[in-house]
C-alpha cells in the first residue's frame, strides 16, 4: 500500500495544476473573448462548445494567436476576430483547455 502514496500525491498534484489552470482560462475567457464568444450558446462567433467539438488543440491555438491566417483553413470568408498575439504560451494553452471543458463526452 505504501508505495501508492507517492503516486496519489502525485495525482492529487496534477489534479489542483489543472484545475487552477482551467480556472485562469475562465478569467481570460471572460477578460478577451465573452464579448463574441458565449461558452454553449452561438454569439457572434461561434461557441466553445462547438469549437471544442471539431477542432484539434493546434487549431485553436493557431486562431487565437493568428486568425488572420488561420480563418480560410477554418472554413471562414473573412475574419472577424482580432489577433490576441500577446498572451503567453501558458495563457493559451489554459485558454485552450477552457475550450477542451466544453466538449461533449461521448
Ligand atoms: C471581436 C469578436 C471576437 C473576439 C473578441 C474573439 N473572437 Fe474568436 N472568433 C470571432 C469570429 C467572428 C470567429 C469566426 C472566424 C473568424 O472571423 O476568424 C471566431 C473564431 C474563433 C475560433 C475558431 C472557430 C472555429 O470554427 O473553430 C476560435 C478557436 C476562437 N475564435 C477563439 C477565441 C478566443 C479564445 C478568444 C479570446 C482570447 C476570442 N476568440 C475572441 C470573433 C471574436
Known amino acids: 500500500m505504501k508505495k501508492w502514496n507517492g503516486l496519489v500525491y502525485v495525482v492529487f ?5 489543472l484545475h487552477a489552470d ?3 482560462g475562465e478569467k481570460l475567457f471572460k ?12 454569439a457572434f462567433g461561434p461557441s466553445f462548445r ?4 471539431k477542432r484539434s488543440r ?11 491566417h488561420t480563418y480560410k483553413q477554418l472554413g471562414y470568408k ?11 504560451a501558458a495563457d ?9 471543458s466544453f466538449k461533449d463526452k461521448k
Open 13 to 17: 498534484c496534477v489534479g489542483i495544476f
Open 22 to 24: 482551467t480556472k485562469n
Open 31 to 42: 477578460t478577451y473573448c465573452w464579448g463574441c464568444h458565449h461558452q454553449t450558446a452561438e
Open 50 to 53: 462547438t469549437i471544442a467539438n
Open 58 to 68: 493546434g487549431e485553436i491555438m493557431a486562431q487565437i494567436a493568428d486568425p488572420e
Open 78 to 88: 473573412r475574419n472577424s476576430m482580432p489577433a490576441f498575439d500577446d498572451l503567453s
Open 92 to 100: 493559451l494553452q489554459a485558454l485552450t483547455n477552457y475550450i477542451y
